[in-house]
């Protein structure tokens, strides 16, 4: 179960890495089409908090996949960055929000995503966590 963990968090990872490098570059054209618009101040904030946060996040998902002691905080991660992101975005087109083609691709990646890391949570052996010793490996000697 930890090749299913780790190749969860290597693609949610990628996600966040396309997406946030996207937006840290150009949210226009991610960001338009939704109707969002903002002055040039606002394009800066959308890069820094959105690109950026989730280019951070991409990062610490890419640790957690490489190293086993990271995995479980990483699958949290997933498992709840993507069920606060889908949740919220289901509540919204509740309360009378306008539904677009994009959303239903965003609530497919962000449940499907939370739905996945659960699974590896539930599924990963207990030994992955403590303070057991480094490897060799993890340590950069073999």
Not at 33 to 48: C, T, Y
């Amino acid at each position: 179960m930890t090749t299913f963990s780790r190749i969860v968090l290597l693609l949610a990872g990628l996600g966040f890495l396309g997406f946030g490098g996207w937006l840290a570059i150009s949210p226009q054209t991610a960001l338009e089409p939704l109707g969002v618009r903002a002055s040039a101040a606002g394009w800066i904030e959308l890069r820094a908090f959105y690109g950026g946060l989730e280019l951070g996040l991409a990062i610490f998902l890419f640790m957690a996949a490489w190293h086993r002691r990271w995995r479980r905080a990483g699958l949290w991660v997933v498992m709840l960055g993507n069920a606060g992101i889908g949740l919220t975005r289901l509540a919204c087109l509740g309360l009378g929000g306008q539904f677009t083609p994009y959303f239903g691709y965003a609530l497919a990646w962000e449940l499907g995503f939370a739905l996945l890391a659960g699974w590896g949570l539930a599924h990963l052996p207990s030994r992955i966590v403590g303070p057991e010793p480094l490897s060799d490996a993890e340590r950069g000697l073999v």
